[in-house]
């Protein structure tokens, strides 16, 4: 499919490698800040927008209504009101709209989603994202990171309901949630002095243990049975460019995924209120 590329940040670049290396997408031009929309090229079908949080909205509400698919970096925007508003251009222009929430491609994650019903009797979970850097103007340490685990609770738990909020520093959030009776918590910083990804889920059952970071990405303990993942976590982008393409070819798959992004677009509206 022909696609532009929108934004020339490190993320951008990224990405572009990624597309290139798919044969179901092709790169027919690349933007930066000189953007504007009279400059899509004809043809155009799909438009990938890895700018700014700020800018998502816009860009990809102009993208939709000129007739693009539109695949955009998480988070989607800045409120569940402009993700309705997306969805419904998408509708009327009779195109998608897909956000990288990437972890939801980790073949971790998809592991635990599979087993999780084994483990019986979830007191909690917990997650922790941590790293120092990577500070965008506007855009909070759960804009940047904490929107990941977000995401994976919203997918493998239900609809987060907010407990508690620890939120005075931008850089450095916590979060408690009850989901569906389960105490869930999220901490995520850009000041840490360590870089973490973690998943913790404890039940009566047995526990989950998933470190994004660690060769041993997955382990998972229900009884007295133990089994070990070394998954591979580094090629996730790939994962996610697939999962777009099969997603424009398949309205089941689009609805599952734009039910499952209005609830992350929901819950991080409820974390900044």
């Given at each position: 499919m022909?696609?532009i590329?929108?934004?020339?940040?490190?993320?951008?670049n990224?990405l572009?490698?990624?597309?290139q290396?798919?044969?179901?997408f092709e790169i027919?031009d690349v933007?930066?800040?000189d953007?504007?929309?009279?400059?899509i090229p004809?043809g155009?079908?799909?438009?990938?927008?890895?700018?700014?949080?700020t800018?998502?909205?816009?860009?990809?509400y102009?993208?939709?209504?000129?007739g693009?698919n539109?695949f955009?970096?998480k988070p989607t925007?800045?409120?569940?009101?402009?993700f309705?508003i997306l969805?419904d251009?998408?509708q009327?222009?009779?195109v998608?709209?897909?956000t990288?929430?990437?972890?939801?491609?980790?073949?971790?994650?998809?592991?635990i989603?599979?087993?999780l019903?084994?483990l019986n009797g979830?007191?909690?979970?917990k997650a922790?994202?941590k790293?120092?850097?990577?500070?965008?103007?506007?855009?909070?340490a759960?804009?940047v990171l904490?929107?990941h685990?977000l995401s994976v609770?919203?997918?493998?738990?239900?609809?987060?309901s907010l407990a508690?909020?620890h939120?005075?520093?931008?850089?450095?959030?916590?979060?408690?949630?009850d989901?569906n009776?389960?105490?869930?918590?999220?901490?995520?910083?850009?000041?840490?002095e360590?870089?973490?990804?973690k998943?913790?889920?404890i039940?009566e059952?047995?526990k989950i243990?998933?470190d994004?970071l660690?060769n041993e990405?997955?382990?998972?303990?229900?009884?007295?049975k133990?089994?070990?993942?070394s998954f591979d976590e580094?090629?996730?982008i790939?994962?996610s460019?697939?999962?777009?393409?099969a997603?424009?070819?398949?309205e089941?798959?689009?609805?599952?995924?734009?039910?499952?992004?209005y609830?992350?677009a929901?819950a991080?509206?409820?974390?900044k209120?």
């Amino acid at each position: 499919m022909k696609s532009i590329v929108i934004g020339k940040g490190d993320w951008g670049n990224l990405l572009m490698k990624y597309i290139q290396q798919d044969s179901n997408f092709e790169i027919i031009d690349v933007f930066g800040k000189d953007f504007s929309f009279a400059k899509i090229p004809q043809g155009a079908q799909v438009a990938f927008v890895v700018t700014p949080l700020t800018s998502h909205f816009n860009i990809a509400y102009e993208c939709l209504r000129a007739g693009l698919n539109v695949f955009v970096e998480k988070p989607t925007c800045e409120s569940v009101e402009e993700f309705n508003i997306l969805k419904d251009v998408a509708q009327s222009s009779g195109v998608r709209f897909y956000t990288d929430y990437i972890y939801l491609t980790s073949p971790s994650i998809l592991k635990i989603q599979e087993i999780l019903c084994q483990l019986n009797g979830i007191l909690s979970v917990k997650a922790s994202i941590k790293q120092y850097g990577k500070f965008y103007e506007g855009e909070s340490a759960l804009d940047v990171l904490g929107v990941h685990f977000l995401s994976v609770f919203c997918f493998l738990f239900g609809t987060p309901s907010l407990a508690e909020s620890h939120n005075t520093n931008p850089n450095a959030n916590r979060f408690v949630f009850d989901i569906n009776g389960i105490t869930t918590e999220l901490e995520c910083s850009l000041i840490s002095e360590i870089k973490e990804r973690k998943l913790e889920i404890i039940a009566e059952s047995g526990k989950i243990l998933f470190d994004m970071l660690s060769n041993e990405s997955l382990q998972i303990l229900i009884g007295d049975k133990q089994e070990i993942f070394s998954f591979d976590e580094k090629n996730n982008i790939a994962n996610s460019l697939r999962k777009f393409y099969a997603i424009l070819n398949d309205e089941a798959k689009y609805l599952e995924h734009c039910n499952l992004s209005y609830k992350v677009a929901k819950a991080m509206d409820m974390c900044k209120q």
